[in-house]
């Protein structure tokens, strides 16, 4: 993986998020590239499907791949040859106490540990005296839904809608705190 997260908005790929140590931040891209090309190919305008751009970008460790990427106030395509890594990504990116009563958690996705991850954090802090939190989502790209699911159960008391979904050929369908949270009373 070359380290991104991107979403694809009017046949564009933009870069969600750069992870923190990644090839691609390595390589000096940024939040909110487009990329415009993958090996020359060119990936923008040209009705590309989401699941097309992680099999172009992904590939063994250590393999290259050019990627040209078009941004805000640069005039000129900006190329980037991103020799590819293993991505091993932590939903927490940082946690400790900011005084002796609040906490600070920065949550920078939602993937398969994202809940584990809060867990340990949250039980970390409240032993360390935690009263309040500032819980930090800037730049967080998103994820696994079920993840957000279960981080907001740690905030709500029981039978609270957290969220639903409804689309035009599926049911509604609703998910609610099933206990009373780790912290639920900030304590």
């Given at each position: 993986s070359i380290g991104i997260t991107f979403r694809i908005e009017s046949d564009t790929v933009y870069v969600i998020q750069v992870l923190d140590g990644g090839p691609a931040e390595k390589v000096g891209m940024l939040n909110g590239d487009r990329i415009v090309t993958i090996n020359d190919t060119i990936v923008?305008?040209?009705?590309?499907e989401i699941e097309d751009i992680p099999?172009?970008?992904k590939g063994p460790k250590g393999t290259r791949v050019?990627?040209?990427v078009k941004r805000e106030g640069v005039s000129e395509l900006l190329n980037?040859?991103?020799?590819r890594?293993?991505?091993l990504t932590h939903s927490v990116s940082y946690s400790g106490m900011l005084n002796d009563e609040i906490g600070y958690i920065h949550l920078t996705t939602f993937s398969a540990t994202t809940y584990k991850e809060m867990y340990n954090?949250?039980?970390?802090l409240k032993m360390r005296g935690m009263k309040r939190l500032i819980f930090d989502l800037?730049?967080?790209?998103?994820?696994?839904?079920?993840q957000?699911?279960?981080v907001v159960d740690m905030f709500l008391p029981a039978n609270q809608l957290i969220v639903y979904t409804e689309g035009r050929s599926e049911s509604r369908s609703e998910s609610y705190s099933r206990h009373g949270g780790i912290f639920e009373k900030g304590e």
């Amino acid at each position: 993986s070359i380290g991104i997260t991107f979403r694809i908005e009017s046949d564009t790929v933009y870069v969600i998020q750069v992870l923190d140590g990644g090839p691609a931040e390595k390589v000096g891209m940024l939040n909110g590239d487009r990329i415009v090309t993958i090996n020359d190919t060119i990936v923008s305008g040209v009705g590309i499907e989401i699941e097309d751009i992680p099999k172009k970008l992904k590939g063994p460790k250590g393999t290259r791949v050019r990627v040209g990427v078009k941004r805000e106030g640069v005039s000129e395509l900006l190329n980037f040859d991103i020799r590819r890594d293993v991505i091993l990504t932590h939903s927490v990116s940082y946690s400790g106490m900011l005084n002796d009563e609040i906490g600070y958690i920065h949550l920078t996705t939602f993937s398969a540990t994202t809940y584990k991850e809060m867990y340990n954090a949250v039980k970390d802090l409240k032993m360390r005296g935690m009263k309040r939190l500032i819980f930090d989502l800037r730049d967080n790209g998103g994820g696994l839904l079920h993840q957000a699911i279960n981080v907001v159960d740690m905030f709500l008391p029981a039978n609270q809608l957290i969220v639903y979904t409804e689309g035009r050929s599926e049911s509604r369908s609703e998910s609610y705190s099933r206990h009373g949270g780790i912290f639920e009373k900030g304590e």
